[in-house]
């Protein structure tokens, strides 16, 4: 029991720490890319802000694709 414990609690703590890590991605991107507009870039400033939006979602849709087929495999194992 203290195993699981131990794993679950990591998993746990996995997960925060990737979405703090997302966040602070996200933000530098979206900041770079209005810093860059400001600065009177335009065209860069927006390409930078949709590549970082647009490399977050994807990452987030991977994985929740990724999430749900582990999820459906699963529920093969046990319907055998």
Avoid: C, N, P
Avoid at 15 to 37: E, K, M
């Amino acid at each position: 029991m203290k195993l699981e414990r131990d794993v679950i609690g990591s998993g746990i703590w996995l997960a925060y720490l990737g979405l703090l890590s997302a966040f602070v991605l996200g933000l530098v991107g979206v900041g770079g890319g209005i810093w860059l507009i400001h600065d009177g870039k335009d065209v860069y400033g927006l390409a930078a802000s949709i590549t970082a939006l647009g490399t977050l979602a994807g990452v987030y849709i991977w994985g929740k694709s990724k999430q749900g087929k582990e999820l459906q495999g699963k529920r093969e194992i046990i319907g055998r």
